[in-house]
């Protein structure tokens, strides 16, 4: 799939949409989703114009990997998630119901977060 240039996230990394953000680093933004499904919900993305983790885990680089997977556990350390507990999620493709075509790894915390997987 080729890279929508006008997706929602590319044009929050141009600050043409706010977004409530939580950190930045030179190859990463994290802010809080607009619709959170847990008391926190975190949505950590590369800066980079990846599709999704198909996409970025065949064509970043090792800085860019290393710098999404960094921020990750960063946020979750840095909001105390990590004693509780939290859970990271990434769609990716038409079956997970990706919505953004924009590499997104959600970060859920703040209550005991249920199954994995929604029974049909
Ligand atoms: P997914 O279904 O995995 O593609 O997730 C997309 C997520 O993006 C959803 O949880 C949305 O609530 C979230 N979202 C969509 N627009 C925005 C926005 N402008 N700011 C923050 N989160 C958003």
Redesign the pocket.
């Known amino acids: 799939m080729a890279y929508d240039t006008n997706n ?1 996230f590319a044009r ?1 990394l141009r600050g043409e ?1 706010p ?1 409530k953000k939580v950190h930045e680093d030179q190859h990463t933004l994290a ?5 959170p ?1 847990a008391p926190t919900h975190i ?1 950590v993305i590369p800066k980079g114009s990846y599709v999704s983790m198909d996409d970025f885990t065949a064509n970043a680089s090792e800085a860019e990997i290393a710098a999404l997977f960094r921020a990750v556990g960063k946020i979750a350390r840095d909001i105390g998630a990590v004693e509780p507990g939290y859970r990271i999620l990434s ?1 990716c493709g038409p079956d997970s ?4 075509p924009h590499l ?1 790894i ?1 970060v859920f915390a703040g209550k005991k977060l249920g199954r994995m997987i929604a029974k049909d």
Do not use: T
């Open positions: 929602i929050i949409i977004c802010f809080h989703d607009i619709n499904q949505l769609n119901g990706q919505e953004v997104h959600h």
